[in-house]
């Protein structure tokens, strides 16, 4: 009898976990990799090396295309609190075009993927960059 309401109980919990559901077996680590894919690949390229031929020339409606976030822009010059703030507003305040992902991603998800992007860059930049902000 027990086992008979526990059964439902168990398939209310897990059904009921907003995690994200295509991230296979290892749904237990957040996979920044997993969530750059899904919501930031489209315009940053995958492992983020950007689009755009030349990220610092405006396209033809006048903005600038999203740069590179791999090392190779000026990604890395931002503490981990000015990218979180920019995957919070996007570039709207700026003028910019990227949207504002406040409140389609957890804190958790938003810190794997800073984590990720700085996965992204090669060891040097990595050096210079705990040099400043670690
Ligand atoms: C619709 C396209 C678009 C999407 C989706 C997008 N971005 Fe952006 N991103 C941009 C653009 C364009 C800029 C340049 C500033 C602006 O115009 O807003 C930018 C700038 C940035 C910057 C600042 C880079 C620098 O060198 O200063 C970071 C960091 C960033 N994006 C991370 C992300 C992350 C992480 C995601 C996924 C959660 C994401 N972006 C999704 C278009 C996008």
């Known amino acids: 009898?027990?086992?008979?309401?526990?059964?439902?109980?168990i398939i209310f919990i897990?059904?009921?976990?907003?995690?994200?559901?295509d991230n296979g077996s290892d749904s237990a680590a957040l996979s920044g990799e997993a969530?750059?894919?899904?919501?930031?690949?489209?315009c940053h390229g995958s492992k983020g090396q950007?689009?755009?031929?030349d990220w610092?020339?405006?396209d033809a409606n006048g903005n600038y295309p999203p740069p590179p976030l791999n090392g190779t822009a000026?990604?890395?010059?931002?503490?981990?609190?000015?990218l979180l703030y920019t995957i919070n507003k996007g570039g709207v305040e700026m003028g910019g075009q990227?949207?504002?992902?406040e409140d389609l991603l957890s804190e958790a998800e938003k810190q794997a993927l800073i984590d990720y992007i700085y996965d992204l860059w090669p060891k040097e930049i990595q050096t210079r960059y705990d040099e400043m902000f670690k």
């Open 1 to 9: 009898m027990k086992l008979i309401l526990l059964i439902p109980l």
């Open 14 to 21: 897990t059904g009921c976990n907003p995690g994200d559901k």
């Open 35 to 42: 969530i750059y894919n899904k919501n930031c690949l489209g």
């Open 50 to 53: 950007g689009l755009a031929e």
């Open 56 to 58: 610092k020339v405006k």
């Open 74 to 82: 000026h990604t890395w010059h931002h503490s981990p609190e000015q």
């Open 98 to 101: 990227m949207p504002a992902f």
